[in-house]
């Protein structure tokens, strides 16, 4: 109910596409959390993500490379002068595994704030970034760094401590997939063949 109620809030503040996707991803994530069988050692990878995730965007801090990356892009990519990268499908970037690591870590669709503007690529993507705190974001948006904020981090010397969170949030992530994948199986198996 609560969640319909959003919708036509959403309805009447944002574009028609932006409310449709929001809709589905807080189905999603109320979905998520009303059904998770998620191991403890799935909710530890889950908060560790999401500790990984604000420790990436605090050593990120202030990059010039992001604001200016989508000029000369045809819409959504170039909607703004920032973020080209964040121009990507919400339901892409918030693929199943995500959604799952995102509510075990605590995220509910109340965290999932729009931007209030036109609607670019990214449910989230607006004029000045993105509307979500990091610790709400996918891995994925957190953990991307292109060629260009590649070469401004080595440039400010903060390339190979950026790198190595990276790295631990992907080895991270890999693993917390793999270990839901297996407990899923297990569980679709259990239900097909049931002692």
């Known amino acids: 109910m609560l969640i319909a109620a959003r919708y036509l809030v959403d309805r009447l503040r944002e574009p028609r596409s932006r409310a449709d996707e929001l809709?589905?991803?807080?189905?999603?994530?109320?979905?998520?959390?009303?059904t998770s069988n998620a191991t403890a050692e799935e909710r530890q990878l889950a908060l560790r993500m999401r500790d990984l995730r604000g420790q990436i965007a605090q050593a990120l801090g202030q990059v010039e490379s992001c604001a200016h990356c989508a000029?000369?892009?045809?819409?959504?990519?170039g909607r703004w002068t920032g973020g080209h990268c964040c121009s990507g499908n919400t339901a892409d970037l918030f693929h199943h595994h995500e959604i799952a690591a995102l509510t075990l870590s605590g995220t509910g669709s109340s965290d999932l704030t729009p931007p209030g503007c036109d609607h670019a690529g990214c449910s989230f993507r607006g004029p000045?970034?993105?509307s979500l705190s990091p610790r709400h974001r996918p891995n994925v948006c957190i953990r991307y760094l292109c060629g260009e904020l590649r070469?401004?981090?080595?440039?400010?010397?903060?390339?190979?401590?950026?790198?190595?969170?990276?790295d631990d949030l992907e080895q991270t992530f890999d693993a917390f997939v793999a270990m839901r994948a297996t407990r899923l199986d297990s569980e679709e198996l259990a239900a097909l063949f049931p002692a």
Do not use: I, K, W
């Open 151 to 166: 070469a401004e981090l080595a440039h400010r010397g903060d390339l190979a401590h950026v790198q190595s969170l990276v």
């Open 71 to 77: 000029r000369g892009y045809a819409v959504p990519e």
């Open 23 to 34: 809709l589905r991803l807080r189905r999603q994530l109320t979905a998520q959390s009303t």
């Open 128 to 130: 000045t970034g993105c």
